[in-house]
């Protein structure tokens, strides 16, 4: 059985149109609450003064200005912290939480039509018939 040697284009068609045409979306990220210590948090580490129970103190450690909210109440319960510690640390004006989040900003998504305008012009592949 013999097969002529074809060559044919992938993707595309004959007539040589392109592809879908480029755009960019942006798609929304949300900008999760990172809590701080306050002035008086940092001196209950150094001074112990309120006598806070050492789940407390762990809480009171998590926070370190770049964990958000949830990973410091996760790893604080992974570490046997009730999960009223943490509000608790907030009432007491050990931690604080920014008043409002920090404005939403936008990541480039490459959509499907971009991923395919980055392959070599259709012409220029060609698939040959074993």
């Known amino acids: 059985m013999g097969f002529a040697s074809q060559s044919r284009p992938l993707g595309g068609s004959a007539e040589g149109t392109t592809g879908p045409s480029?755009?960019?979306k942006e798609a929304p990220v949300a900008t999760p609450l990172i809590p701080i210590k306050t002035p008086d948090g940092q001196a209950e580490l150094s001074n112990r003064q309120?006598?806070?129970s050492q789940r407390h103190r762990t809480v009171l450690l998590l926070v370190d200005g770049?964990?958000?909210e949830h990973q410091v109440r996760q790893m604080a319960q992974q570490a046997g912290a009730a999960e009223s510690c943490f509000g608790e640390l907030i009432e007491m004006g050990l931690i604080a939480m920014p008043q409002t989040p920090e404005p939403q900003r936008t990541v480039p998504m490459r959509t499907a039509a971009r991923s395919i305008a980055r392959r070599p012009p259709a012409a220029s592949i060609t698939?040959?018939?074993p």
């Open 66 to 68: 770049r964990r958000s």
């Open 22 to 24: 480029l755009h960019m």
């Open 127 to 129: 698939r040959r018939a």
């Open 50 to 52: 309120r006598r806070l």
